[in-house]
Nanobody, 127 residues
Framework: QVQLTESGGGLVQAGGSLRLSCATS????????MAWFRQAPGKEREFVAT???????FYAESVKGRFTVSRDNAKNTLFLQMRNLKPEDTATYYC?????????????????????WGQGTQVTVSS
């Protein structure tokens, strides 16, 4: 059974930092492209960042230069370091595993490309 469990969310002031983690089990983690998405109330789920097995990464323009995605294949864990947070970053953040093993990482990603999801962790940035 595949499980993805996010942690590390919370309330932070604008300009602050948070580090999200996503612990995974039940899948050969290193074989999968992994990603972070987020969803604000009343909005569509949007792509944030993605990372391949070889640590190649792509980011949404809105977070480029502020967020860093990384992975520890030995610990089956995905991370998202978020710096210089803005109120518009407020959302529930989800980690996801691509629906296919050994998929090719691409700069544009939609939620439909990913087959396994965590339950989400809330990030709230106050102004």
């Amino acid at each position: 059974q595949v499980q993805l469990t996010e942690s590390g969310g919370g309330l932070v002031q604008a300009g602050g930092s948070l580090r999200l983690s996503c612990a995974t089990s039940g899948l050969p983690f290193s074989f999968y492209v992994m990603a972070w998405f987020r969803q604000a109330p009343g909005k569509e789920r949007e792509f944030v960042a993605t990372i391949a097995w070889n640590r190649q990464t792509f980011y949404a323009e809105s977070v480029k230069g502020r967020f860093t995605v990384s992975r520890d294949n030995a610990k089956n864990t995905l991370f998202l370091q978020m710096r210089n947070l803005k109120p518009e970053d407020t959302a529930t953040y989800y980690c996801a595993a691509h629906k296919d093993e050994f998929s090719r990482i691409v700069p544009e990603n939609s939620a439909g490309d990913f087959g396994s999801w965590g339950q989400g962790t809330q990030v709230t940035v106050s102004s």
